[in-house]
Each structure stands twice: as structure tokens, then as C-alpha cells.
């Protein structure tokens, strides 16, 4: 069983699409980031960068205690060695996973999160800001279109974790000032995963923790006002 501490934010997506795709057994416990939730003790002792995701895998593969995990790509890496599934198995078919994961951690999540935050959150428009990072986020569409231009139907191979890495940063393309028109090869890739019934449900559980907006006027010094003080 897999203890999945969850909010509905693009990254903690990224884990329900794999949970879901692969059939593994597991159980969410909601982490309201909007409230804090967060910078509880018990969730700091899993997650010491207060951020979700996280998992426990009580069930570890070497029959030791169980693992706790943080940061969205390394529990996507974790749980594909886990299961042997959603990541190719030969050097070269998995290192072709790896950069696309890497490549969205330090890429199109932090520029598509800067243009969320300056275009949507920040108390001040900043036209250079909005600007900057709304053209990054646009030459990096641009670059999984090209990688995707050339017939293939997943980023790396068959179906799996450099896709579903991916794909929750694209499903807010209009509030990244994106038209997926402009991107035809990475619009087709991305109908071709919201029409997978694992998407589908992992979406549709979203819908039962929360649909209220994760940025209020309540929540932005929870989200946006934290430094080194607030490290406990």
C-alpha cells in the first residue's frame, strides 16, 4: 500500500496518473496547502521541503521498513523501478525517460509555475515578468512539439513517466497564455493522454478533495510569503 500525501496541484498529479495507470493499491491523505497543512510536523517528517507530493511505500521491494519519498519525479522514478512499469527497461530507452522527466522538473514545471505566479498571483503586474515567462513557457511547448513532431505518440517510447510528468503542467495551457493550435504535434500528444481512462479517474478523484482555487486572498502569504523562519 502506498500512502500518498496529495494536493490537487499539477505535481500531484503527476503521482495519481501513475498510481492509476499502473493499478497500485494506495491511499490519499489531502494536504491542504491553501490552509497550511503543509508545515505540519508529521507531514515535515516525510516531506522536509513542505511541498506535496510525498509517498510512503509500506510495502518496499528489499522487505525493509517502509520508504518515505518527496519531490514528484523522484516518487515517479521510485515507483517505475518499484513496478517495472511506465519505464523502458534497456540504457537507452530509459535514459531517453530520464532527460524528459529532468527536463520537466527543471524546466517546464519552475517557467510554467513563474508565469502562473506572475501572471495570475502577484500583487503587482510586472509587464517584464509576464513577458519573460510567458515566452519561456512558449519555447518550451515549443521544444516537446518538435521532439513529438516526428510521429511518436509518448515522449519516450511507450506510455509513461516523462508523459505523465508533462502533461499535468500542460492541462492549464490558456492561464499559461498558451494556444495548443500553435503546437499541433504536442495538442495531438495531449488529447491522446487526457482520453486515457487513468487520466480520466486520477481527474475525476481530484474533483472529490477540491475544487475551491488553491490561490485566495487567504492562502498567498501561506504560498508566497514563506523564507529560511519558516523552515522547521
Known amino acids: 500500500m502506498i500512502d500518498l500525501y496529495y494536493w490537487t496541484t499539477p505535481n500531484g498529479h503527476k503521482v495519481t496518473l501513475f498510481l492509476e495507470e499502473a493499478g497500485l493499491p494506495y491511499r490519499i491523505h489531502p494536504v491542504n496547502i491553501s490552509k497550511g497543512e503543509q508545515f505540519q510536523p ?39 523501478d518499484k513496478t517495472g512499469l511506465h519505464i523502458a527497461q534497456d540504457l537507452r530507452g530509459r535514459n531517453q525517460a530520464l532527460q524528459w522527466l529532468f527536463w520537466q522538473m527543471g524546466g517546464l514545471g519552475p517557467m510554467a509555475g513563474q508565469n502562473h505566479h506572475f501572471a495570475l498571483y502577484a500583487p503587482e503586474k510586472l509587464p517584464y515578468a509576464i513577458e519573460r515567462y510567458v515566452k519561456e513557457t512558449s ?58 481512462p487513468s487520466v480520466l479517474r486520477a481527474y475525476q478523484l481530484a474533483q472529490t478533495i477540491n475544487v475551491a482555487p488553491t490561490v485566495n486572498a487567504d492562502s498567498r502569504s501561506v504560498l508566497f510569503g514563506q523564507d529560511a523562519k519558516t523552515v522547521r
Open 42 to 80: 508529521e507531514f515535515l517528517r516525510i516531506a522536509p521541503n513542505n511541498r506535496i507530493p510525498a509517498i510512503v511505500d509500506n510495502a518496499p521491494t528489499d522487505g525493509g521498513e517502509p520508504i518515505a519519498l518527496f519531490e514528484s519525479g523522484a516518487i515517479l522514478l521510485y515507483l517505475a
Open 139 to 196: 519555447r518550451l511547448y515549443g521544444v516537446l512539439n518538435k521532439h513529438l513532431s516526428d510521429g511518436r505518440e509518448y515522449i519516450a517510447g511507450d506510455y509513461g513517466i516523462a508523459d505523465m510528468a508533462c502533461y499535468p503542467w500542460v492541462v492549464p495551457y490558456e492561464r499559461q497564455g498558451q494556444r495548443l493550435e500553435d503546437f499541433p504535434h504536442l495538442a495531438a500528444w495531449f488529447h491522446r493522454i487526457a482520453q486515457r
